[in-house]
Protein backbone atom coordinates (compact mmCIF):
# COMPACT_ATOMS: atom_id res chain seq x y z
CA UNK A 1 0.00 0.00 0.00
CA UNK A 2 1.71 3.34 -0.85
CA UNK A 3 1.68 5.90 1.74
CA UNK A 4 0.26 8.75 1.99
CA UNK A 5 1.87 12.29 3.06
CA UNK A 6 -0.03 14.14 5.77
CA UNK A 7 0.62 18.31 4.71
CA UNK A 8 2.33 20.12 7.23
CA UNK A 9 1.91 21.00 10.39
CA UNK A 10 0.33 24.80 10.14
CA UNK A 11 2.67 27.46 11.30
CA UNK A 12 1.41 29.20 14.68
CA UNK A 13 0.12 32.71 14.55
CA UNK A 14 2.13 35.09 16.75
CA UNK A 15 -0.50 36.13 18.95
CA UNK A 16 -1.14 32.50 19.95
CA UNK A 17 -0.37 32.08 23.79
CA UNK A 18 2.69 29.62 24.18
CA UNK A 19 2.41 26.72 27.04
CA UNK A 20 5.27 26.74 28.92
CA UNK A 21 8.04 23.71 27.98
CA UNK A 22 9.18 23.82 31.87
CA UNK A 23 8.11 25.30 34.95
CA UNK A 24 11.02 25.25 37.60
CA UNK A 25 13.07 22.92 35.14
CA UNK A 26 10.78 20.51 34.92
CA UNK A 27 8.91 19.42 32.10
CA UNK A 28 5.25 20.46 31.56
CA UNK A 29 2.59 17.90 30.13
CA UNK A 30 0.87 20.53 28.69
CA UNK A 31 3.59 21.66 26.15
CA UNK A 32 4.38 18.11 25.08
CA UNK A 33 2.73 16.40 21.91
CA UNK A 34 -0.54 14.98 22.21
CA UNK A 35 -1.22 11.40 20.69
CA UNK A 36 -4.35 9.79 19.88
CA UNK A 37 -3.95 5.91 19.65
CA UNK A 38 -6.63 3.84 18.19
CA UNK A 39 -7.66 0.31 17.65
CA UNK A 40 -8.88 -0.33 14.22
CA UNK A 41 -12.69 -1.02 13.44
CA UNK A 42 -14.05 -4.65 13.81
CA UNK A 43 -13.59 -6.49 10.81
CA UNK A 44 -15.49 -7.95 8.08
CA UNK A 45 -14.96 -10.49 5.68
CA UNK A 46 -13.89 -11.54 3.25
CA UNK A 47 -11.72 -14.08 5.20
CA UNK A 48 -7.85 -13.77 5.00
CA UNK A 49 -4.92 -12.33 6.54
CA UNK A 50 -6.12 -8.84 6.29
CA UNK A 51 -9.83 -8.28 6.10
CA UNK A 52 -10.68 -4.77 5.29
CA UNK A 53 -13.73 -3.65 8.02
CA UNK A 54 -17.25 -5.17 8.23
CA UNK A 55 -20.69 -2.77 8.27
CA UNK A 56 -20.27 -2.40 11.65
CA UNK A 57 -16.27 -1.30 11.85
CA UNK A 58 -16.98 1.66 8.91
CA UNK A 59 -19.39 2.63 11.04
CA UNK A 60 -17.18 3.10 14.39
CA UNK A 61 -14.64 4.21 12.27
CA UNK A 62 -17.45 7.44 11.37
CA UNK A 63 -18.18 8.01 14.69
CA UNK A 64 -14.53 8.14 15.28
CA UNK A 65 -14.47 10.71 12.50
CA UNK A 66 -16.90 12.94 13.81
CA UNK A 67 -15.67 13.08 17.16
CA UNK A 68 -12.36 13.97 15.85
CA UNK A 69 -13.36 16.70 14.32
CA UNK A 70 -13.84 18.64 17.27
CA UNK A 71 -10.31 18.00 18.38
CA UNK A 72 -7.08 20.00 16.97
CA UNK A 73 -5.87 16.55 15.18
CA UNK A 74 -2.85 17.74 12.51
CA UNK A 75 -1.90 14.44 11.37
CA UNK A 76 -3.17 11.10 10.94
CA UNK A 77 -1.22 8.21 10.68
CA UNK A 78 -1.61 4.29 10.23
CA UNK A 79 -1.16 0.50 10.06
CA UNK A 80 -0.84 -0.71 6.45
CA UNK A 81 -2.78 -3.56 7.19
CA UNK A 82 -6.51 -2.49 5.88
CA UNK A 83 -8.47 -2.76 8.97
CA UNK A 84 -6.43 -0.06 10.73
CA UNK A 85 -5.91 1.62 7.17
CA UNK A 86 -9.45 1.70 6.41
CA UNK A 87 -10.57 3.24 9.52
CA UNK A 88 -7.88 5.68 9.92
CA UNK A 89 -9.33 6.79 6.13
CA UNK A 90 -12.73 7.08 7.81
CA UNK A 91 -11.60 8.88 10.72
CA UNK A 92 -9.84 11.46 8.57
CA UNK A 93 -12.01 12.76 6.07
CA UNK A 94 -14.15 14.77 8.21
CA UNK A 95 -11.52 16.51 9.39
CA UNK A 96 -9.98 16.90 5.47
CA UNK A 97 -6.41 15.00 6.42
CA UNK A 98 -4.80 12.42 4.11
CA UNK A 99 -3.30 9.57 5.92
CA UNK A 100 0.34 8.12 6.29
CA UNK A 101 1.03 5.17 6.38
CA UNK A 102 3.73 3.58 8.94
CA UNK A 103 4.96 0.10 8.80
CA UNK A 104 5.69 0.18 12.80
CA UNK A 105 2.23 0.28 13.64
CA UNK A 106 1.28 -3.30 12.44
CA UNK A 107 -0.21 -6.12 14.70
CA UNK A 108 2.20 -8.45 15.55
CA UNK A 109 3.93 -10.83 13.14
CA UNK A 110 1.89 -14.03 12.10
CA UNK A 111 1.80 -16.68 10.01
CA UNK A 112 -1.80 -17.40 10.14
CA UNK A 113 -3.47 -17.84 6.52
CA UNK A 114 -7.05 -16.78 8.33
CA UNK A 115 -8.09 -12.93 10.63
CA UNK A 116 -9.62 -13.72 13.31
CA UNK A 117 -11.03 -11.96 16.20
CA UNK A 118 -11.16 -12.58 19.71
CA UNK A 119 -15.15 -12.69 19.79
CA UNK A 120 -14.51 -15.47 16.60
CA UNK A 121 -12.17 -17.87 18.64
CA UNK A 122 -14.45 -17.70 21.49
CA UNK A 123 -15.10 -21.22 21.76
CA UNK A 124 -11.43 -22.31 21.51
CA UNK A 125 -8.77 -22.81 24.15
CA UNK A 126 -6.82 -18.97 23.40
CA UNK A 127 -10.70 -17.81 23.08
CA UNK A 128 -11.76 -18.86 26.76
CA UNK A 129 -8.37 -17.55 28.44
CA UNK A 130 -8.78 -14.23 26.32
CA UNK A 131 -12.33 -13.87 28.15
CA UNK A 132 -11.38 -14.96 31.58
CA UNK A 133 -8.31 -12.60 31.23
CA UNK A 134 -5.87 -14.91 31.07
CA UNK A 135 -3.65 -12.84 28.88
CA UNK A 136 -0.71 -14.49 28.96
CA UNK A 137 -2.38 -17.80 27.66
CA UNK A 138 -3.62 -15.68 24.67
CA UNK A 139 -0.30 -13.98 23.50
CA UNK A 140 0.90 -15.37 20.97
CA UNK A 141 5.12 -16.27 20.99
CA UNK A 142 6.44 -12.72 19.87
CA UNK A 143 9.17 -10.45 20.76
CA UNK A 144 7.69 -8.16 23.49
CA UNK A 145 10.71 -5.74 23.90
CA UNK A 146 11.01 -5.45 19.54
CA UNK A 147 7.59 -4.71 19.39
CA UNK A 148 7.34 -2.25 22.17
CA UNK A 149 10.30 -0.74 20.54
CA UNK A 150 8.79 -0.23 17.37
CA UNK A 151 6.00 1.28 18.14
CA UNK A 152 7.80 3.64 20.48
CA UNK A 153 9.39 4.67 17.75
CA UNK A 154 6.41 5.42 15.59
CA UNK A 155 4.90 6.90 18.32
CA UNK A 156 8.22 9.30 18.63
CA UNK A 157 8.36 10.09 15.80
CA UNK A 158 4.68 11.08 15.01
CA UNK A 159 5.61 13.51 18.11
CA UNK A 160 8.47 15.04 16.37
CA UNK A 161 6.38 15.97 13.05
CA UNK A 162 3.72 17.94 14.87
CA UNK A 163 5.61 19.24 17.77
CA UNK A 164 3.43 20.36 20.90
CA UNK A 165 0.65 19.48 18.18
CA UNK A 166 -2.46 15.87 18.14
CA UNK A 167 -1.94 13.44 16.22
CA UNK A 168 -3.82 10.18 15.65
CA UNK A 169 -2.59 7.11 15.23
CA UNK A 170 -4.52 3.77 13.85
CA UNK A 171 -2.93 0.89 14.96
CA UNK A 172 -4.02 -2.96 16.73
CA UNK A 173 -5.36 -4.08 20.12
CA UNK A 174 -2.11 -6.51 20.77
CA UNK A 175 0.54 -3.85 19.83
CA UNK A 176 -1.38 -0.68 21.62
CA UNK A 177 -0.94 -3.36 24.82
CA UNK A 178 2.39 -3.84 24.47
CA UNK A 179 3.41 -0.35 23.91
CA UNK A 180 1.13 0.90 27.16
CA UNK A 181 2.11 -2.01 29.28
CA UNK A 182 5.90 -0.69 28.16
CA UNK A 183 5.32 2.56 29.15
CA UNK A 184 3.38 1.56 32.57
CA UNK A 185 6.10 -1.26 33.08
CA UNK A 186 3.57 -3.87 33.94
CA UNK A 187 4.41 -7.47 33.85
CA UNK A 188 2.12 -8.30 31.02
CA UNK A 189 2.20 -7.21 27.58
CA UNK A 190 -1.29 -7.54 27.72
CA UNK A 191 -3.97 -6.20 30.29
CA UNK A 192 -6.99 -4.89 29.00
CA UNK A 193 -9.17 -5.59 26.25
CA UNK A 194 -9.30 -3.06 23.69
CA UNK A 195 -12.63 -2.32 22.08
CA UNK A 196 -12.77 -1.63 18.43
CA UNK A 197 -12.15 2.32 17.73
CA UNK A 198 -11.32 3.00 21.35
CA UNK A 199 -9.08 5.96 22.17
CA UNK A 200 -6.04 5.29 24.37
CA UNK A 201 -3.99 8.81 24.92
CA UNK A 202 -0.30 9.41 25.14
CA UNK A 203 2.03 13.03 26.29
CA UNK A 204 5.30 12.67 24.28
CA UNK A 205 7.51 15.28 26.67
CA UNK A 206 10.46 17.46 24.46
CA UNK A 207 12.59 14.58 25.76
CA UNK A 208 11.03 11.89 24.19
CA UNK A 209 9.31 10.61 27.98
CA UNK A 210 5.74 8.73 26.97
CA UNK A 211 2.90 9.59 29.62
CA UNK A 212 0.09 7.71 29.56
CA UNK A 213 -3.48 9.89 30.02
CA UNK A 214 -6.22 7.43 29.26
CA UNK A 215 -6.79 4.03 27.96
CA UNK A 216 -9.72 2.53 26.21
CA UNK A 217 -12.08 5.26 25.72
CA UNK A 218 -15.25 4.41 23.99
CA UNK A 219 -17.18 7.12 24.85
CA UNK A 220 -17.45 8.36 21.01
CA UNK A 221 -19.10 5.09 20.12
CA UNK A 222 -22.71 6.42 22.39
Known sequence: MTAISSPDVPERDATETIRPATVDGHETVAAASKIILVRHGLPGGPAG?????????????????????????VQVVASSYMRAHETARHAA???GLDVRVDERLR????????????????????????????YDDFVPDYDRDATAARMRSAVL?????????LS???????????????????????????????VSRIAVTLSGRLVVQSVNETAHLG
Open 107 to 134: EWDSDRAVYATPEAIAATERGRAFAEGR
Open 157 to 165: DAAAAAPGE
Open 93 to 95: EPL
Open 168 to 198: VLVSHGGVINTLLSDILRAPSPFFFNPGYTS
Open 49 to 73: PDPGLGPEGVDQARRLGTWLRGLPV
